[in-house]
Every structure is written in structure tokens, then in C-alpha cells.
């Protein structure tokens, strides 16, 4: 089960994530996605809470709101720092977690400490957890199929990049009427975009919709499949 939340409008659409206990938190650090922004305690049990940034954005773009609500949330869900005052929270993206098959289930490490940030939280703030709470949504998510999908869906990508190169390298041409060439791209550019807008962007991933039904996520990776072998 995996729970999510909804950070406030006015930060933008960002969607806040944990797992229900410390198994769902193994398949969080196995299938995150490389926008996503993990947060803990420091040094004091808690749950695993993620961030989810869009697309071409990292560490460097978080807000102090988004921070902010992310550390309330991680510090609220932490036994022993939930009645802590003056508590660190550690956050890092997720790839920079490493998780080694000596370590106890929920336990991670860190590939560069560098790359890790703290914030520190003085008390609990219940407005910013209240407001968290009221978007509150738990689901059973296939966090593997899900993964899987977002990786067709950017070796697709990439496939329509090299397609995109090709056929504008060799556009389609018209003759004027005193019998020169010239390229017509921009008809062909802006259908290029069209249809790579919705793939370069992982929102769709996070849509509740989308959430109810992994068969469905598995089967729009086959036909994402389906679709590559159309451009070999």
C-alpha cells in the first residue's frame, strides 16, 4: 500500500508519497523514479517519504514550501520524532540510496553523503498536516509495473528523438514556382511535438486513474513495445 498526498497548489502540482510499513518501503527504494526526492528522520526511525518533482527538475528546484511540507510530513510519521522538537531531516535524491543485501529491510545508505541536505524542523506544525491529510489517498500500487512502463515509454522516446533527427535531416520538400527547394519543417516539427508532449512528461504516471489499474500499465507497455518495432 503506498500513500499519497497532495503539497499545496500554490507550489505547484507535486505529489508527496510514502509506503504503508517497511517492506512497501524496500519496493519505494527499488522502483523510484530518477525526480524523485527521498526524506528521513536524521538518525531516528521514520517512514520513507518521497517527493516527486517533474520532469527536468532536481534537488536544486525544491522550495522551501515543498521542503517544508515533506519534512512536516516525514517527521509527523516517526515515532520518536514526531515528540522531538529541533529535529534534522535528511533528504537526497533517490538515486543517490544505496541499498546493499546486508542491510535490514527499510535500511539504506548513501552512494555520495555530499549529495545529502538537512533541514531542521523546530516543532509540529498540525495546519500543514491537516491540509496534507485532507488529500490523503492510500492505493495498492504495482510499483514495478509501473517503473517498467516509464522505462518503455522513454526508450520510446528516445526512438522518436532519432526518428525526429532522420526525418528532419530529410524533410519533405516542395517546389516554389520559380523551381527552387525549400524545406517545409514546420508542419512536420509541430506534429513531432504533439505527439512526444505527453511522453516526456511522467504525470500521467501519478493520476489516480491511472493508480487503480497496473494491468492497464502493463499494457500500455506493450503496445509503447509494439510501437518500436514500427521505427527498427
Not at 515533506?70 to 510519521?77: D, G, I, M, R, S
Request: hydrophobic share 35%.
Amino acid at each position: 500500500m503506498v500513500i499519497y498526498f497532495k503539497a499545496r497548489p500554490d507550489l505547484g502540482d507535486y505529489t508527496i508519497f510514502m509506503g504503508a510499513d517497511k517492506l512497501e518501503n524496500e519496493e519505494l527504494i527499488k522502483y523510484g523514479f530518477p525526480q524523485d526526492i527521498w526524506f528521513h528522520v536524521d538518525k531516528v526511525s521514520s517512514a520513507h517519504v518521497y517527493l516527486r518533482l517533474n520532469k527536468g527538475e532536481t534537488i536544486d528546484n525544491l522550495t522551501d514550501g515543498l521542503i517544508e511540507d515533506c519534512a512536516q510530513l516525514v517527521k509527523a510519521n516517526s515515532i520518536q520524532g514526531n515528540k522531538m522538537n529541533n529535529v534534522d531531516i535528511v533528504y537526497t535524491p533517490w538515486s543517490n540510496l544505496k541499498k546493499n543485501p546486508s542491510m535490514d529491510v527499510g535500511q539504506v545508505g548513501f552512494f555520495n553523503p555530499k549529495m545529502v541536505r538537512t533541514v531542521k524542523v523546530e516543532k509540529r506544525i498540525n495546519e500543514i498536516l491537516n491540509r496534507l491529510n485532507k488529500t490523503k489517498v492510500e492505493r495498492r500500487t504495482d510499483l514495478k509495473a509501473e517503473r517498467e512502463s516509464v522505462n518503455a515509454a522513454e526508450k520510446f522516446e528516445k526512438k522518436l528523438q532519432m526518428r525526429e533527427k532522420y526525418i528532419l535531416k530529410f524533410s519533405y520538400t516542395y517546389k516554389t514556382h520559380n523551381g527552387t527547394k525549400k524545406k517545409k519543417r514546420e508542419d512536420l516539427e509541430r506534429l513531432e511535438s504533439k505527439r512526444l508532449a505527453d511522453i516526456r512528461s511522467y504525470k500521467g504516471f501519478m493520476l489516480p486513474e491511472k493508480m487503480t489499474s497496473n494491468r492497464q500499465i502493463a499494457s500500455t507497455s506493450n503496445s509503447l513495445k509494439e510501437l518500436e518495432e514500427d521505427f527498427l
